[in-house]
Every structure is written in structure tokens, then in C-alpha cells.
């Protein structure tokens, strides 16, 4: 399997399967209070050792949730 292989690399620096994020929907109107705002949605991704990376997209594509995830 290619991805398994990906995972087990020791060029790996940071490995990322299927990261999801959702948040609760509390400024909604009464009606959908209890829906949920997925911000990040099966992200998966691996980045190698000594390689620069970027998140590019357009306004509310997840990228500051991504990162705010990933740096805790």
C-alpha cells in the first residue's frame, strides 16, 4: 500500500490521516443551535523532512484550524 509506505518513511516529519474539526453552532439561529460547523474535513497529509510547507486557500478553508491544531 503506497500510503502505508508514506507513513513508515524516515524522511517523515510530520504525519497527518483524516483530521476532522468540528465546532457547535451557537450563533445560529434557535432553529440549528444544535447543528455542527465542520472547519476541517478528512485532511490528510504528510510532509517530508527538510521541505517547506504552506496552507493556501480562501477565507474559512480551515487553514488557521488546521494550524491551531497542530500547534495546540
Avoid: P
Avoid at 518513511?9 to 451557537?26: G, Q
Avoid at 485532511?43 to 477565507?59: A, P, V
Wanted: glycine share 6%; charged share 25%.
Amino acid at each position: 500500500n503506497v500510503e502505508q509506505n508514506n507513513l513508515s518513511s524516515d524522511r517523515n516529519a510530520l504525519v497527518i490521516y483524516k483530521l476532522r474539526k468540528e465546532f457547535n453552532n451557537r450563533k445560529l439561529l434557535k432553529c440549528c443551535r444544535n447543528k455542527k460547523f465542520v472547519a476541517v474535513d478528512s485532511l490528510s497529509l504528510h510532509i517530508d523532512r527538510d521541505e517547506i510547507f504552506c496552507l493556501l486557500g480562501t477565507n474559512g478553508a480551515g487553514k488557521s484550524t488546521t494550524i491551531g491544531m497542530l500547534t495546540g
